[in-house]
């Protein structure tokens, strides 16, 4: 269990798409994804009812409607603490899975730095290449932050590590300019 309080109430969503085109039912399943919604069985979907999820909702109800689907959002608390709890613990593990992966993410970035230090690959390129894929990771933090509502441990690793990975890119920067400023040697220096 995570150190925030249980939240009592929660929104879920019921919702029946066309078999056909199956991109509806994908775009859907991935909206809900990407906001970090609980998927409770085929078509059945929770999420705590806090602001930071309505937007994400709002859009898969509008992907929804817009596929000629049907949605019905009904706001529940269950029928005691142990729903809650047991809600709660569910989000949770799908926000610990969340964290596992970006934290491998940020391991396959700096093992990637390491091999470009290793080659010495000190061009603009790679550099720009490195900091697009840490920008990457710092939108993928802050989306995991803000859906992670009850703040479970591994957020604070992640952070952590995503500082990490700041410092390993800075190193690289500093490398590649440092290669690029320095004077060609000329055939008697080598």
Not at 69 to 75: K, R
Not at 79 to 91: C, H, P, S, V
Not at 173 to 186: C, I, K, N, S
Request: hydrophobic share 45%; charged share 30%.
């Amino acid at each position: 269990m995570s150190n925030v309080e249980t939240v009592s109430r929660w929104l879920v969503l019921l919702i029946r798409l066309p078999a056909q085109p199956s991109r509806h039912r994908v775009g859907v399943w991935r909206e809900l994804r990407r906001i970090g919604a609980l998927s409770l069985g085929q078509g059945i979907w929770a999420v705590p009812d806090v602001p930071v999820f309505a937007d994400g909702i709002a859009r898969a109800v509008v992907l929804t409607e817009q596929a000629e689907g049907q949605v019905v959002t009904l706001a529940a608390s269950g029928r005691g603490a142990q729903d809650a709890t047991l809600l709660q613990e569910m989000f949770d593990a799908a926000r610990w899975a969340d964290w596992a992966e970006f934290l491998a993410d940020c391991g396959t970035f700096e093992a990637e730095i390491a091999e470009g230090i290793r080659v010495a690959t000190f061009t603009l390129a790679e550099l720009e290449e490195e900091e697009r894929s840490l920008e990457r990771l710092r939108r993928r933090h802050r989306d995991l932050t803000a859906r992670d509502v009850f703040g479970t441990p591994e957020a604070a690793e992640a952070g952590e590590r995503l500082g990490r990975c700041v410092a390993v890119c800075e190193d690289y920067a500093e490398r590649v300019f440092a290669a690029l400023h320095q004077a060609p040697r000329t055939e008697a220096e080598q």
